[in-house]
């Protein structure tokens, strides 16, 4: 693949403040990795573009990739307030909803992980449990974080038989890293659970009738010598 055939690939970025106090806005270099492994080319999708703006530079993308982080706003979905809920930003919620729908709407190819599957349930009107372990019966432990390696394979996924994610991976039950407080609680619409952990939570989804346009709970840009990880990123970059 040459430079010029390279798809130029979004990534939604947060806003954070240094050791000055300044706002910087970030995105973790394992997603970076990710995208130049598979032969894509990664761009930066700040917070703050106006409606006009963000309409032409998704007019220039090959696809975007909703990454991690912080909590959306229950105010988003109706939300059961909770006091584990942290990191809110209005601005990324407001980009992130923003960006879903013009990326679909353009039919642009969409890899949404840990926070961006949630953002797309929530962006098609689906909830969230704010707190999985306090609102969810019989919760498997999912926050393996901060205090553990990034690559811990926490629990098992079935991936349901025949659904685009289990043809990519190549498997119906892989071993997968968990790094999430919260999860998908009510399906947005048009959305299709085909991903779930042993207790049921619904762990990847994908768009009924998009192209290229899923969600995965987990972390595969932190999984680089997985197979089943690559996989996933390669599909993306040949369907961008």
Avoid at 80 to 108: C, M, N, T
Wanted: glycine share 10%.
């Amino acid at each position: 693949m040459t430079l010029t055939q390279q798809p130029l690939i979004g990534l939604t970025g947060s806003i954070i403040h240094d050791q000055s106090g300044s706002q910087v806005v970030q995105v973790g270099q394992a997603y970076i990795t990710a995208i130049q492994r598979a032969g894509g080319l990664p761009t930066l999708i700040p917070p703050g573009f106006s409606d006009r703006s963000l309409s032409a530079l998704v007019s220039r993308l090959d696809g975007v990739l909703f990454t991690g982080g912080t909590d959306i706003d229950p105010a988003c979905f109706n939300g059961q307030p909770h006091p584990q809920v942290y990191g809110i930003s209005p601005e990324r919620d407001a980009l992130e909803f923003a960006l879903l729908e013009k990326a679909l709407a353009a039919g642009k190819p969409i890899l949404a992980i840990c926070r961006g599957i949630q953002v797309l349930n929530v962006g098609l009107g689906g909830s969230l449990y704010t707190h999985i372990q306090d609102q969810k019966l019989d919760a498997l432990k999912h926050d393996w974080f901060p205090n553990y390696p990034r690559d811990k394979r926490a629990h098992s996924v079935h991936l349901k038989s025949g659904s685009r994610l289990a043809d990519i991976i190549q498997a119906e039950e892989i071993g997968v890293n968990s790094l999430h407080h919260q999860g998908i609680d009510r399906m947005g619409k048009n959305l299709e659970a085909v991903g779930f952990a042993p207790d049921g939570l619904v762990e990847a989804v994908v768009v009924k009738g998009a192209d290229f346009a899923l969600g995965v709970q987990w972390h595969p840009e932190c999984l680089p010598d997985d197979p089943h990880a690559q996989a996933l990123f390669q599909a993306f970059i040949a369907a961008c």
